[in-house]
Every structure is written in structure tokens, then in C-alpha cells.
């Protein structure tokens, strides 16, 4: 939040241009790639977040986009790539921050948390300068970078072995939150202030009105994907003046509350071989087949039904389960919503859930 930043205070930078500061300082007008020291490696070398700040000709609300909070979640990675790319100073009434890699050990790892004792940086934000690893770094770019934005996207995808679909997380009861949420054009709006330490929550309770966007798979670029989330930030920056013009109108937006029966984990209570029959659209009815759990002789199977009619949100991809293990996220749609997806699914909506991110698995087709 800006309102005591070294800019001279209050929200200053909205209605006249000045510079964004960070240590140095990126001057309006000016396009900057830029490498900030968060840490150290065992060796004492720096640890280096890449991030690229755009200060728009105009003044106007800075707007922060994070990827790979979760080192290999790099369908946003790529988003950044084609954001920073795709802006210069004189498109924008503001500034855009983009955090490429805003968890550097774990993306050199390729993993989902900061390597060795396996912290979270997802559950450390705001992060603190005593605190520990994650905290420490959480905190770097809290200050730095993210505290000095309006508002703000952090761009995830399924953990690995699972998929997701494009969808966003935010707390809507906050109107400004709704709005951003509106803008950024996914279907699905999963409503919650979300986990204590996620950004989304640190920076949404700081005045920071903040999504978490969730798309596809770890460890994979999904070209549909990125271009939807792609359009998708700008449809933020529209919504907040920072582009000329207006954020398109969703065609149908299903907003499932936190705390409702309105979505449920569906796990296995066997362990064995998983074979997915759902599809090829991730609608399905209640009583329809969602998977088996078999075992290994093929003598044994557990057939799982959809409780009730609705969107598989998140699915397993490596099909093995242990009782317990989540074979997939349900979330409930009424008769309407579900007349509005068979809809859009022939136009194109839902490509890129599965498979290699651009088609559909159709069975025959699927090598
Ligand atoms: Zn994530």
C-alpha cells in the first residue's frame, strides 16, 4: 500500500508522475528489467528475483503481476514473459510491476517449495526481516515491490500430477476485489480470503485488492492457457485505467462461496490404478462416472461417481492413488450455468484443461 512511500505519500503516483522506487528508482517513461537481491545461496552469492517495472507515460495505480511464488508453476512465468514484453511506457496510465520468478530456489529446483526444508513462500507474505528463510525473502519483496502497488495478480497453476482448471481465487466480498475479479475474464470464481501468508491474503488485507489465478499444470508452458491469462491481466490493467478502453463482459460466471457444500474433494478409499472416464469436457452429472480405482489383478474396482452435477475444477493426472488422495475437486453448477458451458465448450472455452494444453483428451485421438 503507497500511502506513506518515499514518493511523497498518499496515493501521489495516481494522479501525477512520479518515480517508482525500489532501491533504485524507475522513472516515468521509462521500461526497466531489472535483477533484485533477496537472499543468499550457501556460497554468500546473491539470490536475484528478475523483475521488470513499467512506468507509464501518465500517472495512474501501479499494478503488480507475480509468478512462480511456487518455483514450478510456469504456465504464469510465461505470462510475465509476454506482459513485460508486450507493454511500453507510453500504453500505460501507471506503473506494472512484473515479478518473473518470485521463488528463485525453487524454480531453479523445479519444485514447488524453497528446496532443502521445503518452506512455502506462498504462506509467508507479508514476511518479516527476522523471520526465517521464506519469511526473509516473502519480505524482500514485500517491500521492495509489491506494498508499493494498488492492486495485483499472483499467477499459479496445479500442483504437480494434477491439473487445474482456468480459474481464479479471490475474495469477492470485497467490492474492489469482485472488480478485478470481473475483469480478469475466468469463468470461475472460487470466493475465499485464502490461506493465511498466501500473497493474495497479505496483500488483499493490506488495501491490495489482489487474485490468484490458477491455470493448467507445474512444469509445463500451456500456450491456450498463457493466452487466456494473458488477456486476462489485460483486462485488469483496463479495469484499472492503466489501458484506455473497457474489460470485455464474461458470458457466464459461476462465483462458488468458501464456505458452502458447493464444491468437495472427492478422494480415493483404495489404493490402486486410476482410470479417468470423464470427459471430454470437465462437466459432469450426478451418478456419472468421474474414475475407477482398480487393483492390480483388474479384479477389483471401485467405480466413483459425481455426487452431484458439476465442474471438475482440479483432476489427478498420475494415475495412481492411495486412500486419501485427492482424485479430483468438484464444484457444483445449477441447471442454468450448466447449459451456459455446453455453450461455450463449443466455442473453444474450455481447451486446454487437459491433454498437452491444446487439445482434448478424446480417447482414439490421445496417443
Ligand atoms: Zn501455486
Not at 6 to 26: A, I, K, N, Q
Not at 44 to 50: A, H, K, L, Y
Not at 115 to 126: E, G, K, S, T, V
Not at 157 to 168: D, E, G
Amino acid at each position: 500500500m503507497a500511502e506513506t512511500d518515499e514518493d511523497g505519500g498518499s496515493t501521489d503516483h495516481r494522479t501525477r508522475p512520479l518515480p517508482f522506487r525500489y532501491g533504485g528508482e524507475v522513472r516515468p517513461g521509462e521500461k526497466r528489467h531489472l535483477r533484485y537481491e533477496v537472499g543468499e545461496t550457501y556460497l554468500g552469492d546473491p539470490v536475484e528475483v528478475p523483475v521488470t517495472i513499467v512506468n507509464g507515460d501518465r500517472p495512474g495505480p501501479r499494478v503488480f503481476v507475480a509468478a512462480a511464488v511456487h518455483g514450478d508453476e510456469l504456465n504464469g512465468v510465461k505470462v510475465a514473459q509476454e506482459v513485460a514484453r508486450r507493454y511500453e511506457p507510453a500504453d500505460l496510465a501507471g506503473t506494472l510491476v512484473v515479478v518473473h520468478v518470485a521463488n528463485v530456489p525453487a524454480f531453479q529446483a523445479q519444485q514447488r517449495y524453497i528446496p532443502i526444508y521445503d518452506q512455502d513462500l506462498n504462506r509467508a507474505f507479508p514476511g518479516r526481516s527476522g523471520s526465517n528463510t521464506a519469511g526473509r525473502m516473502a519480505n524482500e519483496l514485500w517491500e521492495a515491490f509489491l506494498s508499493k502497488c494498488d492492486y495485483g495478480l499472483d499467477l499459479h497453476t496445479s500442483t504437480r500430477n494434477r491439473t487445474t482448471m482456468f480459474h481464479v481465487r479471490a475474495e469477492t466480498s470485497n467490492p474492489a476485489v469482485e472488480r478485478l475479479a470481473r475483469a480478469f475474464g475466468a469463468n470461475l470464481v472460487l470466493a475465499g480470503a485464502g490461506e493465511e501468508g498466501s500473497l493474495r491474503r497479505a496483500a488483499t488485507a493490506a488495501g491490495i485488492p489482489t487474485l490468484t489465478v490458477e491455470m493448467g499444470k507445474a512444469h509445463r508452458f500451456q500456450p491456450v492457457l498463457v493466452e487466456k491469462a494473458t488477456r486476462g491481466v489485460e483486462g485488469v490493467l483496463t479495469e484499472c485505467e492503466l489501458l484506455p478502453g473497457e474489460a470485455p463482459e464474461t458470458k457466464w460466471l459461476r462465483v462458488v462461496p468458501g464456505d458452502a457444500g458447493d464444491k468437495a474433494w472427492i478422494r480415493a478409499d483404495t489404493g490402486g490404478l486410476v482410470d479417468m472416464h470423464w470427459g471430454p469436457y470437465p462437466l459432469v452429472r450426478e451418478g456419472e462416472t468421474i474414475c475407477t480405482v482398480s487393483d492390480h489383478f483388474g479384479r477389483e474396482e471401485r467405480v466413483v461417481k459425481a455426487p452431484f452435477t458439476g465442474l471438475l475444477v482440479g483432476v489427478l493426472e498420475n494415475p495412481v492413488a492411495l486412500p486419501g488422495h485427492p482424485l479430483c475437486h468438484l464444484v457444483r453448477v445449477d441447471e442454468e450455468t450448466s447449459e451456459e458451458i455446453e455453450r461455450e465448450i463449443s466455442t473453444g472455452e474450455f481447451d486446454g484443461y487437459r491433454a498437452n494444453g491444446t487439445v482434448w483428451r478424446t480417447g482414439e485421438e490421445q496417443e
